[in-house]
C-alpha cells in the first residue's frame, strides 16, 4: 500500500502521462486544442511522466491509483486524491470521444456541485450591490445602468493601463511578500490582447499578464485582475508549489496546480479572493468590485446551468447575463462560448464555488495569526478541493449562501 507521498507522486506522473498523451494523439485538434490537460505544468524536470500507448492503459492506470486512494484513511488527503482521481477518469472520457451529462462534468471533472442556485441567493447579492452603489452617488436607474455608469465613471484610458498595472503589481507584490510568500523578485508585464473569450490571462512561463482591451477597466477592477493573476493569485501559486515541493514539504500533485481539472476551483478561488487575501481593500470602489465580482460569478454560474440544463438560447443567455448580471458584452460573449464547450463548459461554475469556498474558510480564520499561517499553508501548500479545504481546517463545509 503507497503513502500519501507516493500516492501524490503516481498520480501526477498519471496526469503527465495522460497529458502528453492527448497532445501527441491529437497534436493540438481534439477536444481541448491545444491547451492540454496541464497548460502549464511545473514538474516537467522533476516527474517522470507515464508513457502511454492506448487509452486502456491510461485508464488501467487511473483504476489502479484509484484504489489504492480508496484504502486510505478518511480525511481531507484522501477526499481530495479521490476527486483528483475522478477528475482524471473524466478528462480521458472525454478526451476518447463520449461525452458525460453536464452534471457529471460539474461532480467529476471539475469537482462542484452540480446544482441550480437559488434565485434568493443571487437577489440577495443583487440588492447588496445596489444599496452599495447608492452609497457611491449611483443612485439612478437599473442595477446594470448603475454598474455601467460606475464602470464608465471610473474607467482607465488605454493610454494609461500599463502604468497604472505597473503600480497595483508593485502595491500587490509588496503585500505578497509580507502576507503570503517571498515572490523572490518575479515580475509580470502588461500584455494586450482583443477577440479573446477571457477579461485576463496568466502567462507565469513569459512573465505576461494577457488583458483583453474589449472591455472597459476601472482601477478596481484591475486591482482585483492584478491580485486574481499575478499577487497574490495563479503566478503566486505556482511559485509557492514549485519552491514547496522542491524543499520537500509538499507532495508532488502540488505541480498539478494549473491542471484543466478538480485543482482548478481553489486555484481560481485563491485568485478571486486575492483583494482581501492581502487586506487590500482601501476604498468603496474595492468593495464594489468584491461585490460586483462574486454577483457576477453566480450569474454566469447560473447561466451555464440554465443553458446545459435548461435549454437556454444563447440569445436568452445573453440578456440574462446582461440584464441581471450587468456584465459587459465581451465576457458575456466569452461565458457563453465556454458553456457551450463539450470539455470547458462546467469550468465556469470554478470560479463561483471556489471563491465561496476560499473566502468561507478565510472569514473563519480571521485574524488569528496562528490560523491564519496554517490557512495559508495548505491553501498554497496542498490541492485541495472545496470539501477537503475546509476539512483540513475545521470549517464546516457549504457549498454557498454565506453572507
Avoid at 492503459?57 to 477526499?79: C, H, N, S, T, Y
Avoid at 437556454?312 to 457563453?336: C, F, H, T, V
Wanted: with cysteine; charged share 25%; aromatic share 8%.
Amino acid at each position: 500500500m503507497m503513502d500519501s507521498r507516493e500516492l501524490g507522486y503516481e498520480i501526477t506522473a498519471i496526469a503527465a502521462g495522460l497529458d502528453d498523451f492527448e497532445r501527441k494523439t491529437f497534436d493540438g485538434k481534439g477536444i481541448i486544442d491545444d491547451e492540454g490537460l496541464i497548460p502549464l505544468y511545473l514538474g516537467q524536470d522533476l516527474i517522470r511522466a507515464r508513457h502511454y500507448a492506448s487509452w486502456n492503459e491510461v485508464d488501467a492506470d487511473i483504476a489502479e491509483i484509484a484504489a489504492e486512494i480508496d484504502a486510505m484513511e478518511f480525511g481531507p488527503r484522501k477526499l481530495f486524491l479521490q476527486k483528483l482521481g475522478n477528475s482524471l477518469r473524466s478528462a480521458s472520457t472525454l478526451f476518447q470521444g463520449s461525452d458525460l451529462p453536464f452534471t457529471e462534468k460539474l461532480t467529476n471533472l471539475v469537482g462542484v456541485p452540480a446544482e441550480s442556485l437559488h434565485p434568493l441567493f443571487i437577489e440577495d447579492m443583487g440588492a447588496r450591490l445596489l444599496d452599495k452603489l447608492n452609497q457611491a452617488g449611483f443612485s439612478s436607474g437599473t442595477l446594470r445602468e448603475k454598474v455601467s455608469a460606475w464602470e464608465q465613471s471610473g474607467g482607465i484610458l488605454p493610454e494609461h493601463l500599463e502604468t497604472v498595472f505597473t503600480e497595483l503589481m508593485a502595491r500587490a507584490q509588496e503585500r505578497t511578500d509580507s502576507m503570503i510568500v517571498d515572490t523572490d523578485g518575479y515580475t509580470m508585464a502588461l500584455n494586450p490582447v482583443r477577440n479573446i473569450h477571457y477579461s485576463a490571462r496568466c502567462n507565469f512561463s513569459a512573465g505576461k499578464m494577457d488583458l483583453n482591451m474589449d472591455n472597459t477597466f476601472s482601477r478596481a477592477a484591475l486591482k482585483h485582475l492584478v491580485a486574481h493573476e499575478c499577487f497574490p493569485g495563479h503566478s503566486t501559486q505556482n511559485i509557492y508549489t514549485l519552491r514547496s515541493f522542491k524543499n520537500g514539504t509538499a507532495t508532488a500533485d502540488v505541480l498539478l496546480c494549473s491542471l484543466n481539472g478538480i485543482t482548478g476551483v481553489i486555484q481560481e478561488g485563491i485568485g478571486d479572493q486575492g483583494v482581501e487575501m492581502i487586506d487590500w481593500i482601501e476604498d468603496i470602489n474595492d468593495e464594489i468590485q468584491a461585490l460586483l465580482r462574486r454577483y457576477q460569478s453566480s450569474v454566469a454560474t447560473q447561466a451555464a446551468w440554465r443553458i446545459n440544463m435548461e435549454n437556454l438560447s444563447d440569445a436568452e443567455a445573453y440578456a440574462y447575463m446582461r440584464d441581471i448580471g450587468a456584465m459587459q458584452e465581451p465576457r458575456i460573449k466569452g461565458r457563453i462560448h465556454m458553456a457551450r464547450h463539450p470539455f470547458r463548459s462546467g469550468f465556469i461554475s470554478s470560479y463561483f464555488y471556489g471563491n465561496e469556498a476560499v473566502r468561507r474558510v478565510r472569514l473563519a480564520v480571521g485574524d488569528d495569526p496562528i490560523r491564519r499561517k496554517a490557512f495559508v499553508a495548505e491553501l498554497y501548500g496542498k490541492m485541495h478541493s472545496p470539501e477537503s479545504l475546509c476539512l483540513a481546517l475545521g470549517v464546516p463545509y457549504r457549498s454557498y449562501g454565506d453572507k
